[in-house]
């Protein structure tokens, strides 16, 4: 069994307090400090998963994203968990009522929204940005710990063969990989 079975195995056997996240951390060497940025497909988006309420009069689910005002109350009850709540102008006092419950689910500054779409694009958005810089380390996530094994394999290896070839171009070598939640220890894979 490799390191990325073993980091796989610890995602399904464990229970986390919260939706943490799945990171890869890369050490590569850039001898001839190439400094770029590029974007890259990821197969699923880090989000994928996680539970998102935008509070609305209307009442619908696609996959992981619920509207919908009776959706909240839900969540009051502790039948849906939700990893944040949306909302806009017209839903704010159903926030307001019930502030001491929210802790951080719910901040004015970041969860107050005019239009649902742009965070919705952003929640569901499978491109990540990779900046290469004069670190030459790379930290970046790749899912959470709600995905199945299936997802996290193939979000691991489409980043690490799409870098292999923008980096086989600007001749910068892959030295060491490490897969990790938020809060566990890191596997070495390579």
């Known amino acids: 069994m490799n390191n ?27 001898r001839k400090k190439n400094y770029f940025s ?8 880090v989000n994928d998963k996680k539970k ?3 509070l609305s009069d209307i009442i619908k689910k696609e996959n ?4 919908g005002n009776s959706y909240f109350y839900s969540f009051l009850k502790k ?8 909302s806009n102008i017209k839903n704010i006092s159903l926030i307001k009522k019930n502030t001491d419950f929210f802790k951080n689910k719910f901040t004015e500054k970041k969860c107050l929204l005019d239009n649902y779409d742009k ?12 900046k290469i810089d004069k670190n030459n380390f790379l930290n970046v996530k790749i899912g959470n710990v709600f995905f199945d094994k299936n997802m996290i394999t193939k979000n691991y290896f489409t980043l690490i063969n799409n870098l292999k070839k923008v980096f ?3 001749n910068i070598y892959i030295e060491k990989i490490y897969i990790s939640t938020t809060m566990s220890k890191s596997y070495l894979i390579k």
Request: aromatic share 24%; proline share 0%.
């Open 52 to 54: 998102f309420l935008f």
């Open 64 to 67: 992981n994203i619920y509207y």
């Open 79 to 86: 039948e849906i968990v939700f990893e944040k709540i949306y």
């Open 4 to 30: 990325l079975d073993l980091f796989i195995k610890y995602c399904l056997e464990n229970k986390f307090n919260f939706c943490e996240s799945i990171d890869l951390s890369i050490l590569f060497n850039n």
């Open 168 to 170: 086989f171009c600007n």
């Open 119 to 130: 965070k919705i694009k952003e929640i569901t958005n499978k491109i990540l940005k990779v």
């Open 38 to 45: 590029f974007c890259t497909n990821l197969f699923y988006s």
